[in-house]
């Protein structure tokens, strides 16, 4: 596998402020330190591909408005590489954009795809997994996802059903794909995982630039008609005033609706990486080491007693000090302080429009 082919395209447009009061719509949570590691997700995104893929062929999408941000924290991607979307159309789009940009470069490009904001504990396993998609989708007309292995019947995931009776000839890890389902209610995700060939999607996509290009000719012309139009101003100097002007046109639909439940060359990679979403104060709670109380402190200067189950978040060097507490969201950030049950944090939203 030739590295100088290889591209990442980071998806990094979201407005999430979910872990408010340290995400804002003006920096969401692919852009802080949620680990409280020193390095944004966004950053821990990029540092998991080191030795996959060069600089230069990281790709970022994202919004106009956070253009700076991520100039700001992936200095050595080229800034002809962040691209900027000038309206949110949800991934096949996005997609679309960037593709079009890596073919106009390199015809030959073999591309992973994947979110911003995603946590993964063991990097080791999973750029073993990706290098071995990568692999896969090469020389092959696949469309490959990675499915994680579920650990408990989630509701808030889409789910992959796999064939796992024939691997592929290739790749004895990699099996066809037999249906994407949706975000499941409780009773049918508890039937789904004590199947054993049903994944979440992650939202992980794998292929190479003619394949993915192709697709889109075939089951989404009109998008991509709209970047053909696009493409005789890719790396000119117009090239934005033609995506503000040509982007809006395009539908607003997820790249699984528009390309993956039509294809016909569809795999799934089963993988087991310690990948999460971390969409909520809940999932990082479960996510990271917890104490002997199944707390979570992320920050130096944290002190719990007679406490269990709760997560505080404080990393800006003041002293915190948490006492009585069962089952609570404890953060703060600037001159804003938070304490919610985890039990209600779907009030957060809320929450963050107060004044």
């Known amino acids: 596998m030739g590295q100088n082919n290889?591209?990442?395209?980071?998806?990094?447009?979201?407005?999430?402020s979910r872990f408010w009061p340290m995400s804002t719509p003006e920096k969401p949570k692919?852009?802080?330190?949620?680990?409280?590691?020193?390095?944004?997700?966004?950053?821990?995104?990029?540092?998991?591909?080191?030795?996959?893929?060069?600089?230069?062929?990281?790709?970022?999408?994202?919004?106009?408005?956070?253009?700076?941000?991520?100039?700001?924290?992936?200095?050595?991607?080229?800034?002809q590489n962040i691209l900027k979307e000038p309206c949110r159309r949800n991934t096949a789009p996005c997609i679309a954009y960037v593709s079009w940009k890596i073919k106009a470069k390199n015809p030959k490009a073999n591309i992973v795809v994947t979110p911003s904001d995603h946590v993964v504990m063991n990097v080791k396993e999973f750029k073993?997994?990706?290098?071995s998609a990568m692999n896969f989708t090469e020389k092959s007309d696949a469309i490959l996802t990675l499915g994680m292995k579920p650990t408990r019947p989630e509701t808030g995931y889409g789910y992959i059903e796999a064939d796992l009776t024939v691997s592929s000839s290739t790749n004895k890890e990699i099996y066809r794909v037999d249906s994407f389902k949706e975000k499941p209610d409780l009773r049918t995700a508890e039937r789904y995982i004590k199947r054993n060939n049903f994944f979440w999607n992650a939202g992980i996509f794998v292929w190479n630039v003619q394949t993915i290009v192709n697709a889109f000719r075939v089951y989404q012309p009109a998008i991509s008609?709209?970047?053909?139009?696009?493409?005789?101003?890719?790396?000119?100097?117009?090239?934005?005033?033609?995506?503000?002007?040509?982007?809006?046109?395009?539908?607003?639909?997820?790249?699984?609706?528009?390309?993956?439940?039509?294809?016909?060359?569809?795999?799934?990679?089963p993988a087991d990486f310690g990948w999460s979403d971390l969409g909520t104060w809940g999932s990082l709670h479960d996510q990271l080491p917890q104490d002997r109380e199944k707390n979570v402190c992320i920050g130096k200067n944290i002190h719990v007693y007679d406490t269990s189950n709760c997560?505080?978040?404080?990393?800006?060097?003041?002293?915190?000090?948490?006492?009585?507490?069962?089952g609570y969201i404890v953060a703060e950030q600037d001159d804003t302080l938070l304490i919610c049950k985890l039990s209600e944090e779907q009030r957060i939203k809320l929450f963050s429009s107060i004044d």
């Open 6 to 16: 290889n591209h990442l395209v980071i998806m990094a447009g979201g407005v999430g």
């Open 30 to 79: 692919q852009f802080i330190d949620v680990l409280g590691c020193g390095r944004t997700l966004i950053q821990l995104t990029a540092d998991r591909f080191e030795g996959i893929c060069n600089p230069e062929n990281i790709w970022v999408v994202t919004s106009e408005k956070y253009a700076s941000i991520v100039r700001e924290q992936l200095p050595d991607i080229p800034e």
């Open 128 to 131: 073993r997994v990706v290098e």
């Open 225 to 269: 008609s709209i970047f053909d139009n696009i493409r005789p101003a890719l790396f000119t100097m117009n090239e934005q005033n033609v995506i503000n002007e040509e982007f809006p046109n395009c539908e607003d639909i997820s790249v699984d609706y528009a390309i993956l439940e039509k294809a016909e060359e569809i795999f799934v990679f």
């Open 311 to 326: 997560i505080v978040h404080a990393t800006q060097e003041k002293k915190v000090v948490v006492q009585g507490l069962d």
